[in-house]
């Protein structure tokens, strides 16, 4: 018999759905995680050319200490979708190469999958590098009260947390496979998403 491929998944969603939850059964099931939020921001601390491609295209966008100024770059580009388009062609490309390489070196140490955490994982290429990309999506009431007892959010300010975001319907369009959360209790959808991955991977081993 040959030696069985590592699985890549994808996972995605809005924010209280879930998706942390799908992810620490994934970790049992000895998946390594990539948190593409942390990869991006530790790019943007050590990787020169990132650093000198957003300098290039947006001036002097990195604080003096390093970091990067993101009230300064979040004023420049969001509300312009030609500077959005832009920071993403330069952002895009570099965290699918960083992403690919963390890919290699999981391969070599045999790990059985990894599931790759991100919010754009369809924009921005990133599931093209995965066998199936999953969304984890749940009602908006439900994710209302996540919502606010997580971040501390009032409920207007929840409502419009998720009136910002993609709807059910673009999941169910680009992603393989979509799962709402309904359950009443994180140890129900810790069963559920339990049995929910051993059915895709499954599918993805015929």
């Known amino acids: 018999m040959g030696e069985k491929r590592m699985t890549v998944l994808g996972l ?13 059964v994934l970790r049992r099931m000895d998946f390594q995680v990539i948190d593409c ?24 966008v990195f604080l003096p200490d390093g970091s990067l100024d993101r009230r300064g770059l979040a004023a420049r580009v969001f509300g312009d979708s030609r500077e959005l388009k832009r920071l ?8 699918c190469t960083a992403v690919g390489q963390i890919l290699q ?25 995965c066998a199936a990309t999953v ?5 908006p009431e439900l994710r209302l009260g996540r919502i606010m007892a997580r971040d501390g959010l009032t409920e207007e300010q929840a409502r419009a ?16 496979f979509l799962l709402e959360n309904r359950a009443e209790s994180k ?20």
């Open 135 to 139: 969304a984890v999506t749940a009602p």
């Open 105 to 129: 070196k999981c391969a070599q140490n045999r790990r059985k999958g990894v599931a790759i955490d991100a919010v754009n994982l369809v924009e921005s290429g990133l599931g093209e590098l």
């Open 37 to 60: 939020d942390a990869l991006y921001y530790r790019l943007l601390r050590e990787d020169p050319a990132l650093r000198q491609a957003l300098r290039d295209a947006f001036g002097e």
């Open 12 to 24: 995605t969603g809005p924010t209280g759905a879930g998706k942390t939850t799908a992810l620490e």
């Open 161 to 176: 947390r998720i009136a910002a975001q993609k709807p059910d319907g673009w999941y169910r369009k680009h992603c393989t």
């Open 88 to 95: 993403n062609a330069i952002v895009y490309p570099a965290m």
């Open 187 to 206: 140890a129900a959808f810790e069963a559920l998403m339990e049995e929910f991955f051993e059915g895709v991977l499954e599918v993805l081993s015929e």
